[in-house]
T-cell receptor
Framework: EAGVTQFPSHSVIEKGQTVTLRCDPI?????LYWYRRVMGKEIKFLLH????????ESGMPNNRFLAERTGGTYSTLKVQPAELEDSGVYFC???????????FGQGTRLTVV | GQNIDQPTEMTATEGAIVQINCTYQ??????LFWYQQHAGEAPTFLSY????GLEEKGRFSSFLSRSKGYSYLLLKELQMKDSASYLC???????????FGRGTSLIVHP
């Protein structure tokens, strides 16, 4: 069974540009989460999808971040326009049930220069 | 809000036992996770404690005391491959989304 996959693994963009991160959860997992880890700090929750619906987006930093999960399968996280402070590792995770074991992807390392 | 505290870094010798502590303050505690993360890789699930006590799973054990706001991860017979970051995360209140601590970087040396 394939795990959670994220693309790209690394992205370097200039300030002001747009970047779209993709996450493919484990097949059959309704719950999909986005997290971010800024250097030296803890992994922070961004948002939670149940199927295609946003269940909780309380962690989204601002309106430059847009997450979608059309059809309840893969999800995208778009940052537009990117700022320097958006640099970090963006993790996606999925789970069958909320509150139980979540399976993480390897993350996308985003560097904004 | 929630506050999770873990040591930043620990070192240990191959074959030894190490205990990684996690203390927390929160209201409406639901459960506590431990994850392992090797550099550049995905965090992987180790354990989930809801009730007080020790849960053993091979070389790894996790302990929880809800009244003390305290958990630890015990690693026995350390191997070099156990060098990694160990993340404590908890769920509380009406949310079942884990909140993570900063993690403890464990270095195992020969």
């Amino acid at each position: 069974e394939a795990g959670v996959t994220q693309f790209p693994s690394h992205s370097v963009i200039e300030k002001g540009q747009t970047v779209t991160l993709r996450c493919d959860p484990i097949s059959g997992h309704d719950n999909l989460y986005w997290y971010r880890r800024v250097m030296g700090k803890e992994i922070k929750f961004l948002l939670h999808f149940v199927k295609e619906s946003k269940q909780d987006e309380s962690g989204m930093p601002n309106n430059r971040f847009l997450a979608e999960r059309t059809g309840g399968t893969y999800s995208t996280l778009k940052v537009q326009p990117a700022e320097l402070e958006d640099s970090g590792v963006y993790f996606c995770a999925s789970s069958q049930e909320v509150g139980f074991e979540a399976f993480f992807g390897q993350g996308t390392r985003l560097t904004v220069v | 809000g929630q506050n999770i505290d873990q040591p930043t870094e620990m070192t240990a010798t191959e074959g030894a036992i190490v205990q990684i502590n996690c203390t927390y303050q929160t209201s409406g505690f639901n459960g506590l996770f431990w994850y392992q993360q090797h550099a550049g890789e995905a965090p992987t699930f180790l354990s989930y404690n809801v009730l007080d006590g020790l849960e053993e799973k091979g070389r790894f054990s996790s302990f929880l005391s809800r009244s003390k706001g305290y958990s630890y991860l015990l690693l026995k017979e350390l191997q070099m491959k156990d060098s990694a970051s160990y993340l404590c995360a908890l769920t509380s209140g009406g949310s079942y989304i884990p909140t993570f601590g900063r993690g403890t970087s464990l270095i195992v040396h020969p």
